[in-house]
């Protein structure tokens, strides 16, 4: 059984940083492409960032091109999200996410291509 546990949620004002960290267990956490997502209230959960497996290749969304970094640990089992220059549109619960396909070799969007979440971690961001 695959859990992921996030961390490194918080209050934070506008214009400063956080680091979401997600650690795996259950498996190998190299066998996973990871995901963090985020949903705010009213809204539906959307992807932030994305990476694959061996880490070489990542994907942001729009919004957070430029402020956000998604990286991974193998050896620690460890995905993070550097998020910089936060604004207040940031401001929802963020969730990684792991994919189970063995020999993929990019990255995923959608969150229906994710197979295990872990339960969020707050961000909120105050102006």
């Known amino acids: 059984q695959v859990q992921l546990v996030e961390s490194g949620g918080g209050l934070v004002q506008a214009g400063g940083s956080l680091r979401l960290s997600c650690a795996v267990s259950?498996?190998?956490?190299?066998?996973?492409?990871m995901g963090w997502f985020r949903q705010a209230p009213g809204k539906e959960r959307e992807i932030v960032a994305a990476i694959s497996r061996s880490g070489t290749m990542t994907y942001y969304a729009d919004s957070v091109k430029g402020r956000f970094a998604i990286s991974r640990d193998n050896a620690k089992n460890t995905v993070y999200l550097v998020m910089n220059s936060l604004k207040t549109e940031d401001t929802a619960v963020y969730y990684c996410?792991?994919?189970?396909?063995?020999?993929?070799?990019?990255?995923?969007?959608?969150?229906?291509?994710?197979?295990?979440w872990g339960q969020g971690t707050q961000v909120t961001v105050s102006s």
């Open positions: 996410a792991a994919n189970s396909a063995v020999f993929s070799t990019t990255y995923f969007r959608g969150a229906l291509e994710y197979t295990h």
């Open positions: 259950g498996r190998t956490f190299s066998s996973h492409a």
